[in-house]
T-cell receptor, first 112, second 110 residues
Protein backbone atom coordinates (compact mmCIF):
# COMPACT_ATOMS: atom_id res chain seq x y z
CA UNK A 1 0.00 0.00 0.00
CA UNK A 2 1.46 3.35 -1.04
CA UNK A 3 1.93 5.86 1.75
CA UNK A 4 1.12 9.56 1.94
CA UNK A 5 3.03 11.49 -0.68
CA UNK A 6 4.10 15.11 -0.27
CA UNK A 7 5.91 17.53 -2.52
CA UNK A 8 8.15 19.36 -2.67
CA UNK A 9 10.36 17.93 0.06
CA UNK A 10 12.27 21.17 0.52
CA UNK A 11 11.51 24.77 -0.33
CA UNK A 12 13.43 27.99 0.27
CA UNK A 13 11.69 31.31 -0.34
CA UNK A 14 12.06 34.91 0.69
CA UNK A 15 9.64 36.57 3.04
CA UNK A 16 6.51 37.99 1.41
CA UNK A 17 6.69 35.38 -1.37
CA UNK A 18 4.02 32.72 -1.75
CA UNK A 19 4.43 28.96 -1.58
CA UNK A 20 2.25 25.89 -2.05
CA UNK A 21 2.54 22.36 -0.76
CA UNK A 22 0.84 19.31 -2.18
CA UNK A 23 -0.37 16.12 -0.51
CA UNK A 24 -1.64 12.88 -2.04
CA UNK A 25 -3.33 10.71 0.59
CA UNK A 26 -3.52 6.97 0.98
CA UNK A 27 -6.24 5.69 -1.33
CA UNK A 28 -9.63 5.59 0.34
CA UNK A 29 -8.68 7.70 3.35
CA UNK A 30 -11.46 10.21 3.90
CA UNK A 31 -9.79 12.31 6.58
CA UNK A 32 -6.82 14.53 5.79
CA UNK A 33 -4.83 16.77 8.11
CA UNK A 34 -2.17 19.44 7.70
CA UNK A 35 0.26 20.04 10.55
CA UNK A 36 3.00 22.59 11.13
CA UNK A 37 6.07 21.46 13.05
CA UNK A 38 8.49 24.12 14.23
CA UNK A 39 11.97 22.95 15.15
CA UNK A 40 12.07 21.37 18.59
CA UNK A 41 8.30 21.14 18.97
CA UNK A 42 5.65 18.54 18.27
CA UNK A 43 3.41 18.87 15.21
CA UNK A 44 0.55 21.36 15.52
CA UNK A 45 -2.71 20.78 13.67
CA UNK A 46 -3.59 23.47 11.15
CA UNK A 47 -6.63 22.06 9.39
CA UNK A 48 -8.68 18.87 9.17
CA UNK A 49 -10.72 17.76 6.14
CA UNK A 50 -13.36 15.06 5.92
CA UNK A 51 -13.62 14.20 2.22
CA UNK A 52 -13.58 17.67 0.61
CA UNK A 53 -15.16 19.52 3.52
CA UNK A 54 -13.36 21.37 6.30
CA UNK A 55 -13.99 19.89 9.75
CA UNK A 56 -11.72 22.16 11.77
CA UNK A 57 -9.58 25.09 10.68
CA UNK A 58 -9.56 26.93 14.00
CA UNK A 59 -5.75 26.95 14.18
CA UNK A 60 -5.14 27.98 10.58
CA UNK A 61 -3.87 31.59 10.27
CA UNK A 62 -6.45 32.46 7.65
CA UNK A 63 -4.96 35.86 6.83
CA UNK A 64 -2.08 34.11 5.07
CA UNK A 65 -2.74 30.38 5.00
CA UNK A 66 -5.31 28.60 2.84
CA UNK A 67 -5.99 24.97 2.08
CA UNK A 68 -8.23 22.98 -0.17
CA UNK A 69 -8.91 19.36 -0.89
CA UNK A 70 -9.70 18.71 -4.49
CA UNK A 71 -12.54 16.24 -5.03
CA UNK A 72 -11.86 14.75 -1.62
CA UNK A 73 -8.49 13.33 -2.67
CA UNK A 74 -5.38 15.52 -3.13
CA UNK A 75 -4.87 18.61 -1.01
CA UNK A 76 -2.85 21.79 -1.26
CA UNK A 77 -1.74 24.15 1.49
CA UNK A 78 -0.73 27.67 0.49
CA UNK A 79 1.01 30.47 2.33
CA UNK A 80 0.73 33.98 0.93
CA UNK A 81 2.65 36.05 1.91
CA UNK A 82 5.19 34.05 3.89
CA UNK A 83 6.78 35.34 7.08
CA UNK A 84 10.04 34.33 8.71
CA UNK A 85 8.14 32.52 11.47
CA UNK A 86 6.53 30.22 8.89
CA UNK A 87 9.83 28.34 8.61
CA UNK A 88 8.86 24.84 9.66
CA UNK A 89 8.10 21.34 8.41
CA UNK A 90 4.60 20.98 6.99
CA UNK A 91 3.21 17.50 7.46
CA UNK A 92 0.23 15.92 5.79
CA UNK A 93 -1.53 12.99 7.44
CA UNK A 94 -4.52 10.89 6.45
CA UNK A 95 -6.80 8.48 8.20
CA UNK A 96 -9.63 6.09 7.50
CA UNK A 97 -11.46 7.00 10.69
CA UNK A 98 -10.37 7.01 14.30
CA UNK A 99 -7.23 8.57 15.64
CA UNK A 100 -4.78 6.37 13.74
CA UNK A 101 -3.14 8.71 11.27
CA UNK A 102 -0.56 8.04 8.59
CA UNK A 103 1.93 10.79 7.97
CA UNK A 104 3.83 11.81 4.89
CA UNK A 105 7.53 12.74 4.98
CA UNK A 106 6.79 16.45 5.21
CA UNK A 107 7.89 19.56 3.34
CA UNK A 108 10.69 21.53 4.97
CA UNK A 109 10.17 25.27 4.40
CA UNK A 110 12.80 27.90 5.02
CA UNK A 111 11.75 31.55 4.76
CA UNK A 112 14.64 34.00 4.42
CA UNK B 1 -7.82 16.20 25.12
CA UNK B 2 -6.41 14.84 28.37
CA UNK B 3 -3.01 16.32 29.23
CA UNK B 4 -0.06 13.93 29.16
CA UNK B 5 3.31 14.18 30.90
CA UNK B 6 6.42 12.43 29.60
CA UNK B 7 10.10 12.62 30.51
CA UNK B 8 12.06 14.86 28.19
CA UNK B 9 14.67 12.25 27.34
CA UNK B 10 15.80 8.69 28.03
CA UNK B 11 18.70 6.47 27.09
CA UNK B 12 18.54 2.74 26.47
CA UNK B 13 21.27 0.22 25.66
CA UNK B 14 20.91 -1.56 22.36
CA UNK B 15 19.23 -4.94 22.78
CA UNK B 16 17.66 -4.04 26.09
CA UNK B 17 14.01 -3.23 26.70
CA UNK B 18 13.06 0.44 26.49
CA UNK B 19 10.28 1.43 28.89
CA UNK B 20 8.76 4.82 28.16
CA UNK B 21 6.35 6.17 30.79
CA UNK B 22 3.44 8.53 30.33
CA UNK B 23 1.12 10.12 32.89
CA UNK B 24 -2.45 10.99 31.87
CA UNK B 25 -4.22 11.45 35.19
CA UNK B 26 -7.18 13.37 33.72
CA UNK B 27 -8.09 10.70 31.18
CA UNK B 28 -11.79 9.96 30.80
CA UNK B 29 -13.29 6.49 30.76
CA UNK B 30 -13.80 6.35 27.00
CA UNK B 31 -10.54 7.98 25.89
CA UNK B 32 -7.81 5.91 24.31
CA UNK B 33 -4.06 6.24 24.81
CA UNK B 34 -2.11 6.51 21.56
CA UNK B 35 1.62 6.29 20.97
CA UNK B 36 3.42 7.68 17.95
CA UNK B 37 7.11 8.12 17.26
CA UNK B 38 9.06 10.42 14.99
CA UNK B 39 12.42 9.41 13.66
CA UNK B 40 14.66 12.30 12.65
CA UNK B 41 13.57 14.00 9.41
CA UNK B 42 10.53 11.76 9.02
CA UNK B 43 6.83 12.16 9.70
CA UNK B 44 5.35 10.67 12.88
CA UNK B 45 4.58 6.95 12.79
CA UNK B 46 1.72 5.23 14.59
CA UNK B 47 2.90 2.60 17.08
CA UNK B 48 0.01 1.34 19.19
CA UNK B 49 -3.08 2.37 21.11
CA UNK B 50 -5.21 1.00 23.95
CA UNK B 51 -8.18 1.70 26.18
CA UNK B 52 -7.78 -0.35 29.35
CA UNK B 53 -6.30 -3.72 28.49
CA UNK B 54 -2.65 -4.25 27.72
CA UNK B 55 -1.91 -4.34 24.02
CA UNK B 56 0.88 -5.85 21.95
CA UNK B 57 1.74 -5.67 18.28
CA UNK B 58 4.80 -6.27 16.16
CA UNK B 59 6.34 -2.99 17.20
CA UNK B 60 5.70 -2.65 20.90
CA UNK B 61 3.64 -3.42 23.98
CA UNK B 62 1.43 -0.98 25.84
CA UNK B 63 0.81 -1.42 29.54
CA UNK B 64 -1.99 0.69 31.03
CA UNK B 65 -2.43 0.86 34.80
CA UNK B 66 -5.69 -0.32 36.29
CA UNK B 67 -6.74 3.24 37.20
CA UNK B 68 -5.75 4.32 33.63
CA UNK B 69 -3.84 7.30 34.94
CA UNK B 70 -0.56 6.20 33.44
CA UNK B 71 0.85 3.90 30.80
CA UNK B 72 4.17 2.50 29.65
CA UNK B 73 5.29 1.81 26.11
CA UNK B 74 7.70 -1.08 25.93
CA UNK B 75 10.09 -1.74 23.07
CA UNK B 76 11.27 -5.24 23.99
CA UNK B 77 14.64 -5.25 22.22
CA UNK B 78 15.64 -1.72 21.31
CA UNK B 79 17.77 -1.19 18.22
CA UNK B 80 19.58 1.88 16.96
CA UNK B 81 16.70 2.44 14.53
CA UNK B 82 14.38 2.98 17.51
CA UNK B 83 16.13 6.25 18.32
CA UNK B 84 13.31 8.77 17.95
CA UNK B 85 10.94 11.11 19.77
CA UNK B 86 8.04 9.16 21.27
CA UNK B 87 4.70 10.88 21.77
CA UNK B 88 1.98 9.73 24.17
CA UNK B 89 -1.37 11.25 23.16
CA UNK B 90 -4.86 11.04 24.61
CA UNK B 91 -7.24 12.43 21.99
CA UNK B 92 -10.70 13.53 23.00
CA UNK B 93 -13.16 10.70 22.45
CA UNK B 94 -14.32 10.74 18.84
CA UNK B 95 -12.33 13.87 17.97
CA UNK B 96 -10.03 12.13 15.47
CA UNK B 97 -7.49 14.84 16.31
CA UNK B 98 -4.03 14.45 17.80
CA UNK B 99 -2.43 17.07 20.05
CA UNK B 100 1.31 16.51 20.16
CA UNK B 101 3.41 17.59 23.15
CA UNK B 102 7.19 17.55 23.15
CA UNK B 103 7.40 13.79 23.70
CA UNK B 104 10.32 11.75 25.01
CA UNK B 105 13.54 11.71 23.04
CA UNK B 106 14.78 8.12 23.24
CA UNK B 107 18.43 7.52 22.41
CA UNK B 108 19.44 3.90 21.88
CA UNK B 109 23.12 3.54 22.63
CA UNK B 110 25.37 0.86 21.07
Amino acid sequence: EAGVAQSPRYKIIEKRQSVAFWCNPISGHATLYWYQQILGQGPKLLIQFQNNGVVDDSQLPKDRFSAERLKGVDSTLKIQPAKLEDSAVYLCATGAGGETQYFGPGTRLLVL
Amino acid sequence: DAKTTQPTSMDCAEGRAANLPCNHSTISGNEYVYWYRQIHSQGPQYIIHGLKNNETNEMASLIITEDRKSSTLILPHATLRDTAVYYCIVPGAGSYQLTFGKGTKLSVIP
